[in-house]
């Protein structure tokens, strides 16, 4: 009888340790079923001497492949268009580059307007840039951070990150509160992160209402933490620029949400 009773427990911490050994073989050889692959549009108007007139447009922009890849494209090319100030609904890629490039003529006509009210202007540039980057795709959350700069006329260009988090498991937006489950202990966190970031013990001089710390509107999830993202003119002026810093996993405790424990496991 104990013989047995020892065996059945020898063959259970046998299979146990074969589980363990696939699930982690598994987990460090997986890969996303989701691909991120860059596409581009560029324009030029001018831009022919050093000194000429000149408009350049280069817009990069993410193009998905793979599992609920249309869903997820139709959420990827309605941020982007945002980011350009459009609001345009679009079924595919295709017609996602159709707006593109509508975009573009207007801007351009723009361009062409600005110079015939001032033909004495050559030599004025305008840009409009757009690109991004793939933070995190881990087959549950792909984050993207599109970078956006343009000089159209005016005192000085502008420039400004937006982040998009998308749960591709139930293809819909993260918000922080889904991330997040104690918001209160990570805005605290965040606090006193940002002062060591900007090497303070106080928030006077930026432009939180009524002085208190609040979280940013841009926030994007990295393998490593979640990345906080003031754009220029949020908490501080144009030459203060942009501020950014990421709080690691490692230093949330239990604040995230149960789906989301996993990053702090695998950010180790």
């Known amino acids: 009888m104990l013989k047995s009773r020892i065996i059945r427990l020898l063959s259970l911490a046998v299979l146990m340790g074969l589980v363990y050994f696939l699930f982690n073989t598994v987990r460090a050889t997986y890969t996303p079923n989701l691909s991120v692959a860059p596409d581009s549009l560029v324009f030029t108007r001018g831009c022919v001497e050093p000194d000429s007139s000149c408009f350049r447009i280069l817009l990069k922009f993410p193009v998905v492949q793979g599992k609920r890849a249309a869903r997820i494209q139709k959420m990827i090319a309605y941020d982007y268009l945002k980011l350009l100030s459009d609001s345009t609904k679009v079924k595919g890629v295709n017609q996602f580059k159709e707006v593109l490039t509508r975009l573009t003529e207007s801007y351009d006509s723009a361009y062409v307007d600005y110079l015939s009210l001032f033909p004495g202007s050559n030599g004025i540039s305008w840009y409009l840039n757009a690109d991004?980057?793939?933070?995190?795709n881990d087959g549950k959350v792909l984050t993207i951070q599109y970078r956006y700069e343009d000089y159209l006329g005016g005192a000085h260009g502008m420039y400004g990150y937006h982040y998009q988090n998308i749960d591709l498991r139930?293809?819909?937006?993260?918000?922080?509160?889904?991330?997040?489950?104690?918001?209160?202990?990570f805005s605290e966190l965040a606090e006193k992160l940002f002062k060591g970031r900007v090497g303070v013990d106080h928030l006077?001089?930026?432009?939180?209402?009524?002085?208190?710390?609040?979280?940013p509107r841009e926030f994007g999830l990295s393998e490593n933490g979640i990345v906080l993202h003031y754009n220029v003119y949020e908490i501080a002026s144009f030459a203060d620029g942009d501020l950014v810093f990421e709080i690691p996993y490692s230093s949330m405790g239990g604040m995230l949400s149960k789906r989301f424990r996993y990053l702090a496991e695998e950010g180790k």
């Open 132 to 136: 991004y980057d793939v933070l995190l």
């Open 170 to 185: 139930k293809s819909r937006p993260l918000s922080l509160n889904d991330i997040v489950s104690n918001t209160k202990q």
């Open 204 to 215: 006077n001089g930026y432009w939180f209402e009524g002085g208190k710390f609040s979280l």
